[in-house]
T-cell receptor
Framework: GENVEQHPSTLSVQEGDSAVIKCTYSDSASNYFPWYKQELGKGPQLIIDIRSNVGEKKDQRIAVTLNKTAKHFSLHITETQPEDSAVYFCATKGAWGSNTGKLIFGQGTTLQVKP | GAVVSQHPSWVICKSGTSVKIECRSLDFQATTMFWYRQFPKQSLMLMATSNEGSKATYEQGVEKDKFLINHASLTLSTLTVTSAHPEDSSFYIC?????????FGSGTRLTVV
């Protein structure tokens, strides 16, 4: 079935540095790739997403890149701040069989930004 | 943007009792909602897909008689944990398909004592 692998599981950076989280997926028909930020005790919050007709999308300090040929996409956070510390999840939208319309999540990355 | 309201944010109940969690889409109609369960330091595990006006579709291994889902209107889905036991203690999160993508509720921390 559909699988999403996310790396690294933990990431520690110094304030001001960049952070990159990568995900690979198996379903070549997937066409929607969101990234969520989850703070402790809260639900996931969408921070950026990309659809399969574009290769890159940027929103201020956050960017997502998509390589459909290689079936991987990445989250890039520049000029990190302590408030960026959280757990980040990538996801893909299932496009076939019983996974159609469902979000398939990666395992999550705990990002720590040290002041 | 789309807003999903989930209540309660936390609940403590005694073993053997039932608990209902509500998930509402506030500014859009949600024909499809999803219920997830999340254990500490783990990813979200999809429990079931809830479609308005029809029976929910449960993921493999999820007991449908234990986790009752009702989606009677285009803005409300409920999850009822029946005869709760300590092993049901977890963080439950709902999500709704909105016109643009998927929006999540704030989650419910269930503790069964």
């Amino acid at each position: 079935g559909e699988n999403v692998e996310q790396h690294p599981s933990t990431l520690s950076v110094q304030e001001g540095d960049s952070a990159v989280i990568k995900c690979t997926y198996s379903d070549s028909a997937s066409n929607y790739f969101p990234w969520y930020k989850q703070e402790l005790g809260k639900g996931p919050q969408l921070i950026i997403d990309i659809r399969s007709n574009v290769g890159e999308k940027k929103d201020q300090r956050i960017a997502v890149t998509l390589n459909k040929t290689a079936k991987h996409f990445s989250l890039h956070i520049t000029e990190t701040q302590p408030e960026d510390s959280a757990v980040y999840f990538c996801a893909t939208k299932g496009a076939w069989g019983s996974n159609t319309g469902k979000l398939i999540f990666g395992q999550g990355t705990t990002l720590q930004v040290k002041p | 943007g789309a807003v999903v309201s989930q209540h309660p944010s936390w609940v403590i109940c005694k073993s053997g009792t039932s608990v209902k969690i509500e998930c509402r889409s506030l500014d859009f109609q949600a024909t499809t909602m999803f219920w997830y369960r999340q254990f500490p330091k783990q990813s979200l595990m999809l429990m079931a897909t809830s479609n308005e006006g029809s029976k929910a579709t449960y993921e493999q291994g999820v007991e449908k008689d234990k986790f009752l889902i009702n989606h009677a209107s285009l803005t409300l889905s409920t999850l009822t944990v029946t005869s709760a036991h300590p092993e049901d203690s977890s963080f439950y999160i709902c999500s709704a398909r909105d016109p643009y993508g998927y929006t999540f509720g704030s989650g419910t921390r269930l503790t069964v004592v």
